[in-house]
């Protein structure tokens, strides 16, 4: 589980924008980039993210 407070202050590394937690994923509200969480670690590297359609 993510810290509220760590989830605040991080933004997506590829467009700077807000992210929230959602299914385990980082996801960004604004390119949609989702990045994953291994052990409770989120892996903010733009290579590791999965691109969603939107």
């Given at each position: 589980?993510?810290?509220?407070?760590l989830?605040?202050?991080?933004?997506c590394?590829?467009c700077?924008?807000?992210?929230?937690?959602?299914?385990?994923?980082?996801?960004?509200?604004?390119?949609?980039?989702?990045?994953?969480?291994?052990?409770?670690?989120?892996?903010?590297?733009?290579?590791?993210?999965?691109?969603?359609?939107?």
């Amino acid at each position: 589980m993510i810290d509220q407070e760590l989830l605040k202050i991080l933004a997506c590394p590829s467009c700077k924008a807000d992210v929230r937690l959602e299914n385990e994923k980082i996801v960004c509200t604004g390119c949609g980039l989702r990045y994953p969480v291994k052990d409770g670690i989120p892996i903010m590297l733009i290579e590791e993210a999965e691109k969603t359609e939107k």
